[in-house]
T-cell receptor
Framework: DGGITQSPKYLFRKEGQNVTLSCEQNLNHDAMYWYRQDPGQGLRLIYYSQIVNDFQKGDIAEGYSVSREKKESFPLTVTSAQKNPTAFYLC??????????????FGQGTRLTVV | AQSVTQLGSHVSVSEGALVLLRCNYSSSVPPYLFWYVQYPNQGLQLLLKYTSAATLVKGINGFEAEFKKSETSFHLTKPSAHMSDAAEYFCAVSDNSGYALNFGKGTSLLVTP
């Protein structure tokens, strides 16, 4: 079945530690996105990538980094510079860059907790 | 900038009652609007989308939404609530660049027996 796979489902991070969240898709989609979800705040865009080896900052990119070396993969690293990383992280993809009228497919999310 | 406002962070309805979830948008251009549903600890699933083809949009699971330009609204409705409809609902609009979605803060729907 085609879809987006995020791993791990739950992740615990110690203070000052970098962690990487995995996102893999087999939908042959060009564009991929990372959103952060906090209770009562909706979803906020962290980074997005329209094509391999290219990505742009979203609204809350500080303290995060990404790479897009393969079309199928868009990992997100939460660095120690992110002061409040505890949140639910969602990866999404669309067939083509530009969400004007296309459906975004979402992964099941990774819940990151700082311990 | 394109944005949406969802009125009511929590809505409670009885099983079999009408569901009405409110969304108002702000856009400088004709918007592309979406409703997504999220079940606990899950990703988001598209319910329906408005792309200017028709003002009344039908989606999955019996939901529909009507685009009203005069009211800048895109409210989500379902004639008869089912227990399985209990979830978080998000309204979203394509942003200025067209490359990302701007989401509302979400409305949590509770369905009581």
């Amino acid at each position: 079945d085609g879809g987006i796979t995020q791993s791990p489902k739950y992740l615990f991070r110690k203070e000052g530690q970098n962690v990487t969240l995995s996102c893999e898709q087999n939908l042959n989609h060009d564009a991929m996105y990372w959103y952060r979800q906090d209770p009562g705040q909706g979803l906020r865009l962290i980074y997005y990538s329209q094509i391999v080896n290219d990505f742009q900052k979203g609204d809350i990119a500080e303290g995060y980094s990404v790479s897009r070396e393969k079309k199928e993969s868009f990992p997100l690293t939460v660095t120690s510079a992110q002061k409040n990383p505890t949140a639910f992280y969602l990866c999404a993809s669309t067939l083509m860059p530009g969400l004007m009228n296309t459906e975004a497919f979402f992964g099941q999310g990774t819940r990151l907790t700082v311990v | 900038a394109q944005s949406v406002t969802q009125l009511g962070s929590h809505v409670s309805v009885s099983e079999g009652a009408l569901v009405l979830l409110r969304c108002n948008y702000s856009s400088s251009v004709p918007p592309y609007l979406f409703w997504y549903v999220q079940y606990p600890n899950q990703g988001l699933q598209l319910l329906l989308k408005y792309t200017s083809a028709a003002t009344l949009v039908k989606g999955i699971n019996g939901f529909e939404a009507e685009f009203k330009k005069s009211e800048t609204s895109f409210h989500l409705t379902k004639p008869s609530a089912h227990m399985s409809d209990a979830a978080e609902y998000f309204c979203a609009v394509s942003d200025n660049s067209g490359y990302a979605l701007n989401f509302g803060k979400g409305t949590s729907l509770l369905v009581t027996p």
